[in-house]
């Protein structure tokens, strides 16, 4: 096998379905990193924001522009040399097949819970609404992540802190700026 299997990352999904603390654990994993953190809704094209606003249902028509728009800016942050981690649901495989395009040096991070505790979660989350049935329907949608996509996957029934470090461990991230660390796993 090629050092490419050991290619340090310069992107990270963090993915899962609502409420799963995307931005929570993004936010905290690209601090401790001092990587870049990017929402992935920022890159919504008009046209989706529109119609979120208006309550419509997102087609996967809709979502594909959308999707190559963070494919595209990882690639720029990425040949910039730089570093960045990017909070987006990526339910299906295809959303992420879009996302790494192949890219070994991007790598998802899946947040695994149960509808149960993110219900909780979410129930108690300040300044959002939660229209009935969307978590299940998240769930619904949800694949995860196969063993060829790579993929880091977590616990989210832990604190913030140790799930932050729970990710940095499995990518072999050492010290803040992720020095590499090579596994012979
Ligand atoms: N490990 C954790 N322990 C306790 N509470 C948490 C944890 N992670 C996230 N939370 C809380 O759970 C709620 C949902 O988290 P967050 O908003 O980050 O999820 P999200 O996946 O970004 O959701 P959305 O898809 O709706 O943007 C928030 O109130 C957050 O503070
Ligand atoms: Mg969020």
Same mark, same amino acid.
């Given at each position: 096998?090629?050092?490419?299997?050991?290619?340090?990352?310069? #992107?990270?999904?963090?993915?899962g $379905?609502? =409420?799963?603390g995307?931005?929570? +654990?993004a936010?905290?994993?690209?601090?401790?990193?001092?990587w870049?953190f990017?929402?992935g809704d920022?890159?919504?094209?008009a046209?989706? $924001?529109a119609?979120?606003?208006?309550g419509?249902?997102l087609?996967?028509e809709?979502?594909?522009?959308?999707?190559?728009? +963070?494919a595209?800016?990882i690639?720029?942050?990425?040949? %910039? =040399?730089?570093?960045? !981690? +990017?909070?987006?649901?990526?339910?299906?495989?295809?959303?992420?097949?879009?996302l %790494?395009? =192949?890219?070994?040096? !991007? /790598?998802?991070v899946?947040?695994?819970?149960?509808?149960?505790? +993110? #219900?909780d979660?979410?129930? /108690?989350? &300040?300044g959002?609404?939660?229209?009935?049935?969307l978590?299940e329907?998240?769930? &619904?949608?949800?694949?995860p992540?196969?063993?060829?996509?790579?993929?880091?996957?977590?616990s989210?029934?832990a604190? $913030?802190e140790?799930? !932050?470090?729970?990710?940095?461990r499995?990518l072999?991230?050492g010290? %803040?700026? =992720?020095?590499? /660390?090579?596994?012979?796993?």
């Open positions: 096998m090629s050092d490419e299997a050991f290619e340090t990352p310069c #992107a990270l999904i963090v993915m $379905v609502s =409420g799963s995307k931005s929570t +654990i936010v905290r994993l690209a601090e401790r990193l001092s870049t990017e929402d920022r890159f919504h094209p046209s989706n $924001v119609k979120m606003s208006a419509q249902p087609t996967d809709d979502r594909w522009p959308w999707l190559q728009a +963070i595209d800016e690639d720029r942050v990425c040949q %910039a =040399g730089g570093h960045v !981690v +990017i909070a987006c649901s990526a339910l299906k495989r295809a959303y992420r097949h879009v %790494a395009h =192949g890219r070994r040096d !991007v /790598r998802i899946f947040l695994r819970g149960t509808q149960f505790l +993110i #219900a979660r979410l129930a /108690r989350r &300040k959002h609404f939660m229209p009935p049935g978590l329907s998240q769930f &619904k949608t949800l694949e992540p196969a063993a060829d996509e790579n993929p880091v996957t977590v989210i029934d604190s $913030v140790t799930i !932050v470090e729970d990710i940095v499995q072999g991230l010290a %803040a700026g =992720g020095v590499p /660390r090579r596994s012979s796993t």
